[in-house]
């Protein structure tokens, strides 16, 4: 049996692997008896490839220029204006340019390795793409709605560029999986950059609780003093937060690694082509191993916004606290003037604005989680124009991390510290009463009871307006006869803080110990 095309000869079919000719050698002849000469398969699909390629009365002889009166051959109409701007992704998308390049390179170069382009295809490939990126970053690119996406706009650009050879390029892909490997690229990218700044941010936060170890300010609960803590402990927190948002996207990077490329539209290709070669170029770990999910799956962009919305989580509660910390009423911190905004009326004011937007912006991350998750929720299986609503939701999550991030690692840098403020809302609202329950607890006394005693003695504080420490040593023993003469060393906030020197503790000599650690591990 044989294959015909176009009027062509016939040719014996056989596989791929039987031989493969030299990539610069002349087009295959074939004899009109139908037994092939010794040049390979390769060979003949190639000659089968430019065969198509060329014009003939039955279609259009420029698919890119003939966009405006039809999608393709098969339709008798254009597309409406309307629909045109409807299903365009190119105002967005096009921030994929540099990565779609990478991705075509990688491919032409697997293309020509296996025969399928020539080393003259990819020469011209490479010096068009060349082009193509210097227009793109001088401006001087055309971006044209008629063709859709980054990717048609740019083999449109190819092919004026190089001919022929551009036509070639997109032998053996689909933009299906073309996409999905742009995407995996950029996002790759980006979590490489948003690792940074974590590791960044968690530094500053590590050296300012470092010259804040012993700097004593209440810890709340329900937003009621507690206990003492130190500044420097109540920083750390965020760092440890911040901390667990790196391992998160690193990990998540480990499953944006993997290439799609090759799956075509859905059911892969016919021709024989290397995956993983095109991965090792790439930098991809892996590829992904059935065609029909790497075309549709989008659990990596979902894993990388849950991210980030965590990431922004953290900041929003962050800002929450330096917001409330800021206040006047509250008067522990002072941000530097570039993080404030004033008063169109009120000329007195200085608002602390980035945090407060940062908190506003959480919801709009959050926002974009939910709206990916609605939107694969009820996609079959495989690639659906649905999915082209992953990308603005997933840009805008990546840009608003990054720049909040940047802004917040020069603003805890920044931050002005007033101790004294702290120090004396820690004398507020009977932070020790815990530490003289404990006292009593070592002294032999079960902790309910010693509970109670300390509540009575938290009441006779508030009928009299003063604090534990105030009292006597007499008055304190009326709750209970444990208490011996050196109670009081354990109701001053430096003794309560310093007594909790374990592991993960308030004791100022524990909190340097952590902040060195951070300071250590996050060394650029």
């Known amino acids: 049996g044989g294959i015909k095309h176009r009027g062509m000869c016939r040719a014996k079919v056989f596989t791929w692997e039987d031989n493969r000719r030299q990539n610069d050698a002349s087009r295959p002849t074939m004899s009109t008896a139908g037994e092939p000469h010794r040049d390979s398969v390769t060979a003949i699909t190639r000659f089968i490839i430019r065969a198509m390629s060329k014009p003939t009365d039955s279609r259009p002889q420029d698919q890119f220029a003939k966009k405006a009166e039809a999608w393709s051959a098969r339709f008798s109409e254009p597309v409406s204006d309307l629909v045109k701007r409807y299903t365009a992704s190119v105002d967005f998308d096009k921030r994929l340019a540099k ?50 996406d980054v990717h048609l706009n740019i083999e449109r650009r190819l092919t004026e560029l190089v001919g022929d050879a551009g036509k070639r390029l997109h032998t053996g892909r689909s933009r299906n999986d073309q996409v999905a490997t742009d995407i995996r690229l950029w996002l790759r990218a980006e979590i490489d950059t948003l690792l940074d700044l974590l590791r960044q941010l968690r530094h500053a936060l590590a050296a300012l609780a470092l010259e804040h170890a012993g700097t004593i300010l209440p810890g709340f609960t329900h937003l009621q003093v507690a206990q003492p803590v130190t500044f420097g402990h109540h ?116 608002n602390p604005d980035v945090p407060e937007l940062a908190r506003g912006k959480t919801g709009r991350v959050n926002g974009h989680l939910v709206a990916l998750l609605t939107l694969m929720k009820g996609q079959p299986l495989a690639y659906n124009k649905d999915n082209q609503e992953d990308k603005e939701g997933l840009f805008d999550t990546a840009d608003t991390v990054r720049d909040t991030l940047r802004i917040f690692i020069d603003m805890v840098g920044g931050i002005q510290v007033k101790p004294e403020a702290m120090r004396a809302a820690a004398l507020q609202g009977f932070s020790t009463a815990t530490d003289l329950a404990d006292y009593l607890v070592k002294k032999g006394v079960p902790f309910r009871d010693a509970h109670e005693a300390v509540a009575l003695a938290v009441r006779k504080c508030v009928e009299r307006g003063c604090d534990l420490a105030d009292l006597s040593v007499e008055e304190l023993q009326a709750f209970h006869a444990a208490v011996g003469e050196d109670v009081h060393s354990v109701l001053t ?32």
């Open 99 to 148: 990565f779609d390049i990478q991705g075509s390179l990688a491919h032409a170069e697997m293309l020509q390795s296996v025969g399928i382009l020539t080393q003259t295809d990819l020469d011209d490939i490479r010096r068009g793409m060349a082009a193509i990126e210097a227009e793109i970053e001088a401006g001087r690119f055309e971006w044209l709605l008629d063709l859709e």
């Open 235 to 350: 920083l750390l927190a965020y760092a440890e937060m911040f901390g667990r948002d790196a391992e998160r996207l690193a990990d998540c990077r480990k499953r944006v690694n993997r290439l799609p490329l090759g799956a075509a539209a859905l059911a892969g290709t016919s021709y024989p082509i290397d995956r993983e070669r095109v991965a090792r170029t790439l930098g991809f770990e892996g590829v992904c191993r059935n065609s029909l999910d790497a075309v549709s799956d989008r659990d990596f962009a979902i894993e990388f916004c849950a991210a980030g919305a965590l990431i922004m989580t953290h900041i929003s509660r962050l800002s929450e606290e330096l917001v409330l910390w800021m206040s006047p009423r509250v008067g522990f911190i002072d941000l530097a003037d570039r993080f404030c905004t004033g008063s169109s009326i009120m000329p007195q004011k200085k």
């Open 493 to 524: 906030l430096e003794g309560s803080v310093a007594s909790r020197s374990h592991v993960g503790g308030t004791a100022p000599v524990r909190v340097r110990e952590e902040a060195q650690r951070v300071l250590d591990e996050t060394r650029a």
